[in-house]
């Protein structure tokens, strides 16, 4: 049997990592968060920052997620455990309430 690894959503090495290599890899949500606004995000220096905090106190309710990497050509392992985790999260049919 393959074990999947199992991550962080966006650790910025690994997705590089397996961008060299063409490991699958699969991002997918985990739950919802209610997190304070921040500044834009930035690819800048070479390295993602998120923005800073914004001091207006407003917060939104924002997805988080995790990563799985798989070996390579087995695909169907981290989509059906991911898969399983969604289901197992109850964040399957969930989505993020948008502005009017």
Not at 92 to 98: G, Q
Request: aromatic content about 4%.
């Amino acid at each position: 049997m393959t074990t999947p690894l199992i991550g962080p959503f966006m650790t910025g090495p690994m997705l590089v990592a397996s961008n060299f290599t063409g490991h699958p890899c699969l991002h997918l949500r985990a739950g919802f968060e209610q997190l304070g606004t921040r500044g834009p995000a930035s690819l800048g220096a070479g390295k993602l920052t998120t923005g800073d905090a914004d001091d207006s106190g407003e917060t939104h309710r924002v997805p988080q997620g995790i990563s799985l990497w798989g070996r390579l050509y087995e695909e169907g392992t981290i989509l059906n455990l991911g898969q399983a985790l969604e289901a197992k999260l109850g964040v399957a049919a969930e989505r993020p309430i948008l502005p009017e």
